[in-house]
T-cell receptor
């Protein structure tokens, strides 16, 4: 079946602009995760959804970052007033349930803030 | 302290030979899981293998095996019969805890493996 998909694959924006990054999880997966991967680093946890609700958003760096999953499937990560330091690869993952299941990752969105 | 440490920034191996990628971890939770992911230049994180803290035997998946030494808190990945397509970044990751807290992955910094023909 189809894996996790993310759009756009690349996004270039200017400092101060607003961006939205989309994640479409594997069909039937109830748990969805966002991670951020800076250059030369491993991914770092941002937020986790179980169904429609954000069960843990402790990894979001500040209040410019927000994510939604209104129907329990597709999720959107929203970044307001982007800064150059937001440049990174944003990875989305999903799992069948959150309880000890393997997380399957999408190809990521490469965000560059100029 | 780093929860996941990968001490090899880069590794080289000849095609068809075996290679071991090191990973040590730090946790006080008795229940945890260890994962290895492969990240080719395309960027996607590909799941390779999983080892649970209570698993009695080392995990194996095809050419991948995990050398789990619990007392030493190490979970090294062994790739046998390396192929050119194995050239990629490899990440070790850990998930701690049980039940509702058992979801967040913590990653190491990765090891870049290059397979030479």
């Amino acid at each position: 079946g189809a894996g996790v998909s993310q759009t756009p694959s690349n996004k270039v924006t200017e400092k101060g602009k607003y961006v939205e990054l989309r994640c479409d999880p594997i069909s039937g997966h109830t748990a969805l995760y966002w991670y951020r991967q800076s250059l030369g680093q491993g991914p770092e946890f941002l937020i986790y959804f179980q169904g429609t609700g954000a069960a843990d958003d402790s990894g979001l760096p500040n209040d410019r970052f927000f994510a939604v999953r209104p129907e329990g499937s597709v999720s959107t990560l929203k970044i307001q007033r982007t800064e150059r330091g937001d440049s990174a690869v944003y990875l989305c993952a999903s799992s069948l349930t959150p309880m000890g299941e393997t997380q399957y990752f999408g190809p990521g969105t490469r965000l560059l803030v100029l | 302290a780093q929860k996941i440490t990968q001490t090899q920034p880069g590794m080289f191996v000849q095609e068809k030979e075996a290679v071991t990628l090191d990973c040590t971890y730090d946790t006080s939770d008795p229940s945890y899981g260890l994962f290895w992911y492969k990240q080719p230049s395309s960027g996607e994180m590909i799941f390779l293998i999983y080892q649970g803290s209570y698993d009695q035997q080392n995990a194996t998946e095809g050419r991948y095996s995990l050398n789990f030494q619990k007392a030493r808190k190490s979970a090294n990945l062994v790739i046998s019969a390396s192929q050119l397509g194995d050239s990629a970044m490899y990440f070790c990751a850990m998930r701690e805890g049980r039940g509702g807290s058992n979801y967040k992955l913590t990653f190491g910094k990765g090891t870049l493996l290059t397979v030479n023909p």
